[in-house]
């Protein structure tokens, strides 16, 4: 399977669909919630293995309604 890089707007459109915060996501990820802010404003991007987990996390965790 063949992982292509995620773009800020693509991540930020993810962690909305799945109706998380920042503090959320990151925790799921288990990543430092500074780490994504910078993802999703483009500052840095996420490596292929953070990449793949995000889509999995995506199909896993399907929103809740809160």
Do not use: D, Y
Not at 8 to 34: C, D, F, M, Y
Not at 38 to 59: D, H, S, V, Y
């Amino acid at each position: 399977m063949l992982i292509t890089r995620l773009t800020s707007e693509q991540i930020r459109a993810i962690r909305k669909e799945l109706r998380l915060t920042q503090e959320e996501l990151a925790h799921e990820l288990g990543i430092a919630v500074s780490t994504l802010n910078r993802w999703e404003n483009g500052k840095c991007q996420p490596g292929k293995m953070a990449c793949k987990f995000l889509l999995k996390i995506k199909t896993e965790l399907k929103p809740v309604m809160r």
